[in-house]
């Protein structure tokens, strides 16, 4: 099998080296994601100064044009990202909407740049609304090109009203750590039928 790159972006509200939930889950995917043979970055983006904004680059030492380098060479993407008040993280919202400048940059043949790279989420969180997060992360990355794979989400939430994170578990839950291997095993598989058949030009 031929090597595939990841790009992993810690949606945390904490810098680093504070310890989060969301790093560890993004760890243990990378982890799995190298059963596949695949490279994987985890970058933590509250590390960087990015900028609010819908472009490539906002100008003034904004950080979000290396992290965007670091995306369009990977073949795999994913948004790690816990909820707070049943949604996103405020980062991974920003990053959605740096995100959308991606509509625009298109190839001589109308494709985004994003075609042809698989995206996965990982949600950690104290509540309910898994689901609901993912659902509003797939729709932004389909929006700007990028291609799910199936059971294309690995998460894990607490019991409501309680204290516990994901990084406090003395055992990984099994049910998470299955969902992890799988969005590995899919997104690789997905990533690697892409780069040998692109999509077809925007007509």
Known sequence: MSTLNALV????????????SSELLAT?????????DVESEIVRVVDHD?????????GDGDGWPAIRAKMLAADIFVVATPIWMGQPGSVAKMVLERLDAEISETDDEGRMSTFGKVAGVAVVGNEDGAHHTSAELFQALCDVG????????????GEAMQ????NDLTERPEKTALTTRTLAANAAHLARLLKGSDYPPVS
């Open 28 to 36: 243990e995917l990378v982890a799995a994601l190298a059963q596949h």
């Open 146 to 157: 990028f291609t799910i794979p199936a059971n294309g989400v690995t998460y894990w939430v």
């Open 163 to 166: 204290g516990t994170d994901y």
């Open 9 to 20: 972006l810690n949606c945390t509200l904490k810098k680093s080296p504070a310890a989060s």
């Open 50 to 58: 990015v900028r609010f904004g819908v472009s490539t680059d906002e």
